[in-house]
């Protein structure tokens, strides 16, 4: 069986989001070098595996946040930094694993550990990757922090167990599906925000709005990537399109279209889920698109997205408010596009 290619769509995301962080990048440079400086606190038998793990030209979304809303809500402390490290080496650790639980040999135009290395090695390299970043969160001196970002590991481990358990699962609902996207991707976001505005000794309020902020925002985000892997192009998704699907992961547009669909029409689609030829999953993308099921996908993104800008609008009006601001409206362009892409309606 053919090895997938599981790769983020990082180019043209990358270059998107390049203005917002803009305001940050000195700060990013220095959370870089800081993720890098990890693999030297193990054992040198192990950190080559590590060094490979964390090297990336990712987009680091997880430690921007962190940053612009430390900075939106105060000042840039030494423990943003901390927080920036931590969150990005529990979402290394995540992508490890992924990468083994669908058998991808790629990512981003570079050999996943598994590929490398073989499955053994990359699970215990994902479980170091794990421990060593609530290693790191138990020195911070507020051990909320510490607690939260267990929390959210957790979170994070839990949807990614619930989405594989609901692989190919037909009677999936949407609220699961929200429940899995909010687990697995909004957590981290979510307590990357969180974290930094009770860093700074925000109002309890404040803290709680930031991370509704990363909540909404990190579930919008992977609303977004479940419309590029079936409306977007190959060039952009960097893998080829349908590849969620045919792992049995059942996204939002194709919830839509098997809720919206006849019950005979529901047959031949749930059919072609189970055992369906690529061809025929072909055919079942374009239907998605052509049925308004992607368009109804963008809507949600959308709304999710509102939902986060006004957790914000409270915050003194600073630069880096606006560049969370402006995040919000990057991103609901990139989901919107989807949406001009689409023909037909259907109800959302």
Same mark, same amino acid.
């Given at each position: ?84 490290? &931590?969150?990005?080496?529990? *979402? ?98 979510? &307590? ?67 809720? *919206? ?36 996908? &963008? ?50």
């Amino acid at each position: 069986m053919k090895k997938s290619v599981n790769l983020e769509p990082s180019a043209d995301t990358t270059q998107a989001l390049k203005p917002t962080f803009e305001l940050i990048q000195s700060q990013l440079v220095l959370v870089e070098e800081r993720i890098r400086e990890q693999a030297r606190a193990f054992d040198p038998a192990v950190e080559g595996y590590v060094a490979y793990a964390v090297e990336s030209h990712g987009k680091r979304l997880r430690p921007a946040l962190a940053l612009l809303a430390g900075g939106a809500t105060g000042q840039i402390v030494q423990s943003h930094f901390d927080l920036a490290v &931590v969150v990005e080496l529990i *979402h290394a650790a995540t992508l490890v694993h992924d990468d083994i639980l669908d058998g991808a040999d790629q990512r981003r135009g570079q050999p996943t550990a598994n590929a490398k290395w073989g499955n053994a090695i990359s699970v215990l390299l994902g479980d170091c990757l794990f421990a060593h970043a609530l290693k790191l969160s138990s020195n911070f001196e507020n051990g909320e922090i510490c607690r939260r970002i267990a929390t959210a590991a957790s979170d994070v481990c839990s949807g990614e167990i619930i989405q594989t358990q609901r692989r190919f699962d037909l009677s999936l609902t949407v609220p699961d599906y929200y429940k899995i996207l909010e687990m697995k991707t909004g957590a981290l976001f979510g &307590v990357a925000t969180e974290l930094s505005a009770l860093i700074n000794g925000a109002p309890e309020e404040t803290i709680a709005a930031l991370k509704t902020f990363g909540l909404r925002l990190g579930t919008a985000y992977q609303i977004y990537d479940d419309c590029l892997d079936l409306a977007g192009n190959e060039a952009e998704a960097g893998k080829s399109l349908g590849s969620d699907l045919r792992k049995g992961k059942l996204t939002l547009p194709i919830l839509h279209l098997l809720h *919206h669909s006849s019950p005979k029409e529901r047959q031949e689609l749930s059919e072609i889920i189970l055992s369906g030829s690529d061809a025929e999953l072909h055919i079942l993308l374009e239907r998605a698109v052509e049925a308004g099921a992607v368009k109804a996908a &963008v809507a949600t993104g959308r709304e999710m997205l509102q939902e986060a800008g006004a957790q914000i609008e409270g915050l003194p009006p600073t630069p880096y408010r606006e560049a969370l601001s402006e995040l919000v409206v990057t991103l609901d362009g990139m989901i919107g596009q989807f949406a001009d892409r689409s023909a037909g309606r259907l109800a959302h």
